[in-house]
């Protein structure tokens, strides 16, 4: 998953947390045990909220490029 992103004004509503116990139960219906994503390294508010969802980091994007911003990959491993 690239780029989900809330609204400051809606976050701290829920609607992150239905994105992805959604997205999950897509990739289950659809065969996928992961889900795999990225956060921006220095969004410290969104790093803690895909940890605090189970979701482990597993590596990290570095973009040389003024373009993207390096970010952490996350994943979570997802049980029937």
């Known amino acids: 998953m690239h780029k989900l992103a809330v609204l400051p004004e809606r976050q701290g509503q ?3 947390t239905w994105c992805l116990g959604t997205i999950e139960k897509l990739a289950l219906t659809n065969g996928y045990l992961t889900v795999r994503l990225d956060a921006v390294k ?3 508010k969104l790093l803690s909220f895909y940890a605090s969802r ?4 597993v590596g990290e994007l570095i973009f040389n490029s003024d373009v993207w911003v390096d970010a952490f990959v996350f994943e979570k491993v997802l049980f029937k």
């Open 54 to 57: 189970g979701y482990l980091r």
């Open 14 to 16: 829920g609607l992150g």
């Open 42 to 44: 220095t969004y410290k």
